[in-house]
Structure formats: structure tokens, C-alpha cells
Nanobody, 130 residues
Framework: EVQLVESGGGLVQAGGALTLSCAASGFTFDEYAIGWFRQAPGKEREGVSCVSSNGMNDLIPYYADSVKGRFIISSDNANKMVYLRMNSLKPEDTAVYYC????????????????????WGQGTQVTVAS
């Protein structure tokens, strides 16, 4: 059974930083796509970042324009962990952040589509105070 568990959310002042963690289990951590999504109250779930295998032993990162240059996604395949380092946080980054996984590799046109991910974590709240 595939399971994803997020952690690391919390309350932070604007300009601060947080690192979210996604612990994955139940699947072989070789060819995969793991994405980070967020959903603020009254808004649709949106893609924040993704790391996807490209079928050639490489992991390709993707970022939403709104977080590019501030957020960094990384993975630890040995421990089946994916991290999202969030720097220079802004109040508009406030949302519930979800980790999602899929076995179909993603590219620049698909990584941010929530419906393209089969497995989801329960989410972790990130609140950025102004």
C-alpha cells in the first residue's frame, strides 16, 4: 500500500523558511514522480513543485513561477524522502501543503496537474504571518 506522510508545516513570519518532508512507503523508489501541491481556503489546489524521473536515471525538478527561486525540491532515494525547502516565505504561501506521488513520469506540461497523481498525503498546514 502506497503511503505518503507530510511533516514540517507550521507558523512562520514573512521572510522566514520552512522545510517540508514527505515520507513515502509501499513502492520502489526508482521511477516515480512526487509533487508538492497546496490549497488555500477558497482556492483550487495548485502545483508548487515536482521531482520526476525522466526514464534515464535522472530526476528533473519543476517549479511553479510563484515559487521559483525561493523553493527547492530534493529527494533522498535511499530513505524514500522528498523535501521542499521554502525560503523567503510570503503570506500568500499560506496553505495546506500536500505531497502526491504517481508512477507515470511527468514533464513540463503535466507535473502541476493534481488529477495526474494517484496517491496523496494528508497535508500539512503552512501559515505565514505578515
Amino acid at each position: 500500500e502506497v503511503q505518503l506522510v507530510e511533516s514540517g508545516g507550521g507558523l512562520v513570519q514573512a521572510g522566514g523558511a520552512l522545510t517540508l518532508s514527505c515520507a513515502a512507503s509501499g513502492f520502489t523508489f526508482d521511477e516515480y514522480a512526487i509533487g508538492w501541491f497546496r490549497q488555500a481556503p477558497g482556492k483550487e489546489r495548485e502545483g508548487v513543485s515536482c521531482v520526476s524521473s525522466n526514464g534515464m536515471n535522472d530526476l528533473i525538478p519543476y517549479y511553479a513561477d510563484s515559487v521559483k527561486g525561493r523553493f527547492i525540491i530534493s529527494s533522498d532515494n535511499a530513505n524514500k524522502m522528498v523535501y521542499l525547502r521554502m525560503n523567503s516565505l510570503k503570506p500568500e504561501d499560506t496553505a495546506v501543503y500536500y505531497c502526491a506521488a504517481d508512477f507515470f513520469l511527468k514533464d513540463g506540461t503535466t507535473w502541476h496537474v493534481p488529477g495526474d497523481y494517484e496517491y496523496w498525503g494528508q497535508g500539512t498546514q503552512v501559515t505565514v504571518a505578515s
